[in-house]
């Protein structure tokens, strides 16, 4: 098999993946996720104090409610010839600084790439983007900002970073994590009607962060089925253990803790999967939708302090707002880096990992990522 027809090959298997039931899957239980609110203001000492001290909620009722209101709403076609690139330009002053001009051809190259993949790969004649397109695009006003949150990639951070920006909270340490994703304080883009969605589209700076799709992936497995999670492992776990472990104890089928990696990538793979997809392991190239939309700043997990920066730069924030270094979640727990990610691969078989591979390999394309093993082809 020639290299074009291992690429068509790979390309057909991540297609095959993408069912309605998925669809549905992506707005089940979300870390990073809020609901609508158009209004997205905060009004007096109470609404304050809860965006300080944190809120509690039930995220499964959450979750229920935004299931229900998706399959209720009916889609508005919005056809376009695409996205304005609204980027801004270097301050004349940064044009002769040798990091700032570093940093801008870094993007002028990873668009580039995105551009030409989607070219390639992808047929956009029509270029029709739906509410289901944005409603993973998070709206700040004030400096005019869309972003495209991805889990696991820093999402709980920048969403920090918006409400400071929108006046919200003074510093990003006073937001907690509830607030963060249940506060209901960020507008999203499928929150607004045509017009509003079309202006933003063509007027704001876009933006999105990525990871390495393995390593993402590890490091929702970690925080999702690790730990305890009284939505994924019921929802989650206890339909993996049930199709994919066989002689599982009563206890593991009831409470759904315990699930194996293995079991979770045998999951992944399954075309016919017990359980929908979740946002969490999802492509970026079905999240952000970034052959409809062009992004204007594409940032890297791996060098997330320096990217973010870059971009706060870049709009005009505040000097003395710079991007969260803290870990949201299980903070005493290390970070999933490289060789955590080999650690938990090295346990499936050769053919699980190229699988795995397959099934990210636009998002390895797209974004410029290099093969995690060197078996892979």
């Known amino acids: 098999m020639n290299s074009s027809s291992i690429k068509l090959y790979k390309l057909s298997i991540v297609m095959n993946t993408l069912s309605f039931s998925n669809f549905l899957g992506l707005f089940f239980h979300q ?28 995220p499964i009722r959450t979750h229920k409610r935004r299931r229900r209101f998706v399959i209720k709403k009916s889609p508005i076609l919005i ?19 040798y990091k700032w001009k570093s940093l801008y051809q870094i993007q002028t190259e990873r668009k580039k790439i995105m551009r030409e993949t989607c ?21 700040e006003d004030k400096y005019k900002i869309l972003y495209c949150e991805v889990p696991k990639a820093g999402c709980s951070n920048w969403k920090r970073v918006l409400m400071v920006l929108n006046g919200l909270a003074s510093s990003t340490k006073d937001i907690q994590h509830n607030t963060v994703h249940y506060g209901n304080y960020l507008k999203r883009l499928d929150g607004f009607d045509r017009k509003g ?20 992936l590890v490091s929702a497995f970690r925080d999702k089925f690790e730990h305890p999670n ?9 339909a993996i253990i049930s199709r994919y472990r066989a002689n599982a104890t009563k206890e593991a089928l009831r409470t ?22 979740d946002i969490h392991w999802d492509h970026v190239n079905r999240l952000c939708s970034p052959c409809l939309i062009d992004y204007d700043f594409v940032g890297k997990f791996e060098s997330m302090e320096e990217d973010a920066n870059f971009f706060l730069h870049l709009i005009g924030a505040p000097e003395n707002l710079t991007f969260p270094r803290f870990k949201d979640r299980h903070s005493n727990e290390e970070r999933t880096t490289t060789k955590i990610t080999q650690q938990y691969f090295a346990k499936l078989s050769p053919s699980q990992r190229q699988r795995s591979y397959d099934f990210y390999y636009m998002d390895y394309l797209m974004f410029n990522y290099s093969k995690p093993f060197e078996d892979l082809y």
Request: charged letters at 25%; one cysteine or more.
């Open 31 to 58: 870390d990073c996720t809020s609901s609508n609110n158009q209004n997205g203001k905060i009004r007096g000492n109470a609404a304050a104090e809860l965006l300080i001290k944190g809120i509690e909620t039930n």
């Open 256 to 277: 759904g803790s315990g699930v194996r990696f293995k079991e979770f990538i045998q999951y992944l793979l399954d075309v016919h999967r017990p359980v929908g997809m």
């Open 79 to 97: 056809a376009m010839n695409g996205s304005s690139l609204n980027l801004p330009m270097l301050k004349s002053e940064d044009r002769n600084n």
């Open 197 to 216: 969605i079309y202006h933003r589209l063509n007027t704001y700076t876009k933006m999105l962060f990525i990871r390495e799709p393995f390593e993402k």
């Open 119 to 139: 070219s390639k790969y992808k047929s956009n004649n029509r270029r029709i983007i739906t509410p289901y397109h944005v409603s993973r695009i998070f709206v």
């Open 230 to 238: 009284n939505y994924y492992h019921p929802v989650f776990g206890r």
